[in-house]
């Protein structure tokens, strides 16, 4: 779920974002060592489980479109079509080689020049097991709604709408793809299609791809808001792997893509070491 220019919250975090000033400069010292993005990247790039947990949340997904067919067989109910409302970045479209990108040219921090470039190249490539999910659903006449923040100016539906046919998923066009470009709040759509739809479930690699209630700028509210909804996940709520953006990056600075600065580097090296909640 990159953030390209999708939310913009102003202001840093509060508190004491330079109380390891020392270390701070130490980092700058090591900048050409050491791009603060390499080992999260390195783990999209290379592990085996980051995969797999994608097949995993698919093969769930699968499976609880299986368990309400078979409910609905059983009691002969529910005459309103079958849905599920998913993410897009991340969640169906991998952003991978947009972060190789990103750190081959020797940036540490989210650049929206650069993955407004890339969505125009149709970069994106399909997470493991998307596109045989998308259509899964399909053949089960289930249909997937797209909902996503994106903004590269007038043309962002038309090219959101090409990624995602660009890797061959199902239910690519204007009727099931809606990509917000002044608002990250994704309630308002998710409830238009559950105006008419029975929701399955929700897909997405960010909280806030299933309520908005998550967010807020505290990593300690954030984690206790789930954990108060921890039953709906791997149920309704199913969610995907991204460790290098999304609203956890907003817990930690305060803005979804803070600038690289030294204040930046510093408050990432605290979050790593448990010291920002």
Known sequence: MALSRRTVVTGIAGG?????AGRAQAGTADDAVQNILSTAGAWRQTAAERDMLYRQA?????DRIDAVLRGRGQQHRGSRPLAVISDVDDTVLSS???WARLVSAGKQAFDDDMWDAWVRENGPTATPGAVEFTHYAQSKGVEVFYVS???QGPDTQELGIANLRHVGLAFADDAHVNML????NKEPAQQAVAAGHDVIAYLGDNLNDFRRRYYVTSVAQRKALATEDAEHFGRDFILFPNNTDGHWIRAVFGESEPADTPAYRARMLQAAEGLVN
């Open 16 to 20: 004491s974002v330079l109380s390891a």
């Open 58 to 62: 698919f093969n769930i997904a699968r």
């Open 96 to 98: 991978d080689t947009y």
């Open 149 to 151: 923040s994106r903004d």
């Open 181 to 184: 470009r002044e608002s990250s």
